[in-house]
T-cell receptor, first 108, second 110 residues
């Protein structure tokens, strides 16, 4: 059965610092998603990763996928306050399963 | 128009009452999902559907039922609501490369 684990679940960091969120999944998945959620809002698509070694970047966020390790990472470069949000990863076999989310708080 | 529309957006209901959350999508996708979000628990899958005749239980289906009335419509019912079903509920549809979410339905069971 597909399980998705994220860590850390909560991260408080200073502006300008770099950090990485990790997403492990338990069984074969044909794609890996990253989403952002602001408080009281719906989820916003960031990235979808389809193959081993895939890397995608948008601004200060970069996501990568290692299907052999069943691991995806979301790397934040030189964090700014506007990136404060909850970040979710999700994997798909025949259904889409989400991790518990990483609540990111960036201090000015 | 929004890609995925959920109604109602907010509802307060009493314990034991039946309530239905409705979802419609304009994307033309076959796959639709219902998730529940609780603080610290992420999104948990309640039910998912590949088409009108293919409905599947998710991680936490007990206490819920669904109906896929058409490709575009997927409803979630709580037959007898209980307080621990108080949560934010999301409907979603999936193109393969993107998951489209509704705005969410806040449900409070008192």
């Amino acid at each position: 059965e597909l399980k998705v684990e994220q860590n850390p679940l909560f991260l408080s960091m200073q502006e300008g610092k770099n950090y990485t969120i990790y997403c492990n999944y338990s069984t074969t998945s044909d794609r890996l998603y990253w989403y952002r959620q602001d408080p009281g809002k719906s989820l916003e698509s960031l990235f979808v990763l389809l193959s081993n070694g895939a890397v995608k970047q948008e601004g200060r966020l970069m996501a990568s996928l290692d299907t052999k390790a069943r691991l995806s990472t979301l790397h934040i470069t030189a964090a700014v306050h506007d990136l404060s949000a909850t970040y979710f990863c999700a994997a798909r076999d025949d259904k889409i399963i989400f991790g518990k989310g990483t609540r990111l708080h960036i201090l000015p | 128009d929004a890609d995925v529309t959920q109604t109602p957006r907010n509802r307060i209901t009493k314990t034991g009452k039946r309530i239905m959350l409705e979802c419609s999508q304009t994307k033309g996708h076959d796959r639709m999902y219902w998730y529940r979000q609780d603080p610290g628990l992420g999104l948990r899958l309640i039910y998912y559907s590949f088409d009108v005749k293919d409905i599947n239980k998710g991680e936490i289906s007990d206490g819920y039922s669904v109906s896929r009335q058409a490709q575009a419509k997927f409803s979630l019912s709580l037959e007898s609501a209980i307080p621990n079903q108080t949560a934010l509920y999301f409907c979603a549809t999936d193109s393969g490369n993107t998951i489209y979410f509704g705005e969410g339905s806040w449900l409070t069971v008192v």
